[in-house]
């Protein structure tokens, strides 16, 4: 496969099409059961509302999981042309300002704020922020960087 | 907020460890989690790649720390929480996770830790590095 070279004055700065998701109770059990969490506080309403949370707590990751469900979530990839298979999650970051619990409607504005090659491109890094809101208020920030590979893909 | 006053430079937080992880705990954090990307869960695709076998997300692993985190302080304290992903957790791997105290400094007119973070596998090799910051209470 040849490397694709992108431009990364086309990249940087752009924005990505901002989203709305919503933590549901029943997805973060599922998630919990998955992550082999057994603290209640993440299952169980009541627990919940005993440690002084609203409703099940949004663990620390799961935003990561919110911004995946966004409508076609590798679109822009596809678009500049990655395959899925040659990509590697290089680092993810989270900055919390409160707790969100299941149930708030958040809006997501994510953007690429960096491009850079490594290897002569055979790696290639894309560094997205998204600012999650709920209502006007800024409730946490997120920032991955992705690397994608040159690969023999068959 | 509690305050927190036997945590200072060097306390380590209790090592979670964690069974290794099979195919059914892959298939259920693909589903739960949303990340889809058949690397995962498909061993065709995983082959067709020129992998071996499917090897687990980095976003599992990650939020194994999560829980090291909570199950110490209340999430409410969690003021901020990055990794970087090392090596790759193959199937069966076994990872636990460790913290420890790193640095305890006064920012925003809160006392905050900064915490060194590992997840370590049992041949010792590190799968992730990364970092939290949490609040231990008002200034002193």
């Not at chain 1, 990249?11 to 998955?34: D, S, V």
């Not at chain 1, 990655?82 to 919390?96: A, N, S, W």
């Not at chain 1, 409160?98 to 290639?124: H, M, N, Q, S």
């Not at chain 2, 090392?86 to 420890?100: D, F």
Request: charge should be negative; proline fraction near 6%.
């Amino acid at each position: 496969m040849t490397a694709t070279h992108l431009d990364p004055q086309s990249l940087i700065g752009k924005a990505l099409p901002t989203f709305t998701a919503t933590a549901e109770r029943g997805r973060l059990r599922f998630f919990a059961k998955a992550i082999g969490e057994v603290d209640p506080v993440y299952t169980d309403v009541a627990a919940a509302r005993v440690a002084g949370y609203g409703d099940l707590p949004v663990p620390p990751t799961f935003f990561y999981s919110l911004e995946l469900g966004r409508p076609d979530p590798h679109g822009f990839l596809r678009d500049i042309g990655v395959d899925m298979r040659q990509i590697l999650h290089g680092e993810e970051g989270f900055t919390y300002h409160r707790v969100v619990v299941a149930g708030e409607e958040l809006t997501f504005r994510p953007r690429i704020v960096d491009y850079y090659e490594k290897k002569g491109g055979a790696l290639r890094f894309l560094v997205r922020e998204t600012q999650v809101f709920a209502a006007q208020e800024l409730v946490a920030e997120l920032r991955n960087v992705i690397v994608v590979r040159q690969l023999e893909l068959v | 907020m509690s305050a927190s006053p036997s945590i200072d430079v060097g306390t380590e937080l209790a090592p979670l460890e964690l069974p290794p992880l099979n195919r059914t705990t892959l298939a259920l954090f693909a589903g739960a989690s949303g990340d889809h990307n058949p690397i995962h869960i498909d061993i065709d695709v995983a082959r067709s790649a020129g992998l071996d076998d499917v090897f687990a997300h980095g976003m599992l692993s990650t939020a194994y720390l999560g829980r090291l985190l909570t199950r110490w302080l209340p999430q409410q304290q969690l003021r901020s929480f990055q990794v970087r992903f090392v090596a790759i957790t193959p199937v069966h791997g076994q990872p636990t996770c460790t913290g420890r105290v790193a640095e305890v400094a006064e920012v925003d007119g809160e006392r905050r830790a900064k915490i060194e973070l590992e997840a370590r596998l049992a041949d010792g090799t590190v799968t992730l590095s990364g970092v939290a910051t949490v609040a231990l209470g008002a200034a002193r």
